[in-house]
Nanobody, 115 residues
Framework: QVQLVESGGGLVQPGGSLRLSCAAS????????MAWYRQAPGKERELVAT???????RYADSVRGRFAISRDNAKNMIYLKMNNLKPEDTAVYYC?????????WGQGTQVTVSS
C-alpha cells in the first residue's frame, strides 16, 4: 500500500505561482511514472503532467510552458511548479503513482485562482 499526501495548494491571484508537493510513503525509485491530475467542478479528472523514472516529462497542452513537474527519488517527493496561473487552472490537484502492483492516488489539494 502506497500513501500519497499532497500539499501546497491555496488561493492565488491570476498570474501568480504555486508549488505543489506530493510525499510518498514508498521508495518512488521503483515507480516509473508519477503524475499530477486535476479535477475542476463539474468536469472530469484530467492529466496535467507526468514524469518518468528517467525524468522524462510530459504536459497537457493547457499547461505546457507554465507548469513544471519534478521528482526527488531520494526524498520520495514529486513537485508541480505552477507559474502564470489562470482562473481556469482552478481545481483539486491529485498526485498519482503508477506502481508495479497498482495505481495510487492522493487525497488532493485545492488550487483556486481568483482576484
Amino acid at each position: 500500500q502506497v500513501q500519497l499526501v499532497e500539499s501546497g495548494g491555496g488561493l492565488v491571484q491570476p498570474g501568480g505561482s504555486l508549488r505543489l508537493s506530493c510525499a510518498a510513503s514508498t521508495n518512488i525509485f521503483r515507480i516509473n511514472i508519477m503524475a499530477w491530475y486535476r479535477q475542476a467542478p463539474g468536469k472530469e479528472r484530467e492529466l496535467v503532467a507526468t514524469i518518468s523514472s528517467g525524468h522524462s516529462e510530459r504536459y497537457a497542452d493547457s499547461v505546457r510552458g507554465r507548469f513544471a513537474i519534478s521528482r526527488d527519488n531520494a526524498k520520495n517527493m514529486i513537485y508541480l511548479k505552477m507559474n502564470n496561473l489562470k482562473p481556469e487552472d482552478t481545481a483539486v490537484y491529485y498526485c498519482h503513482a503508477g506502481a508495479p502492483e497498482g495505481a495510487y492516488w492522493g487525497q488532493g489539494t485545492q488550487v483556486t485562482v481568483s482576484s
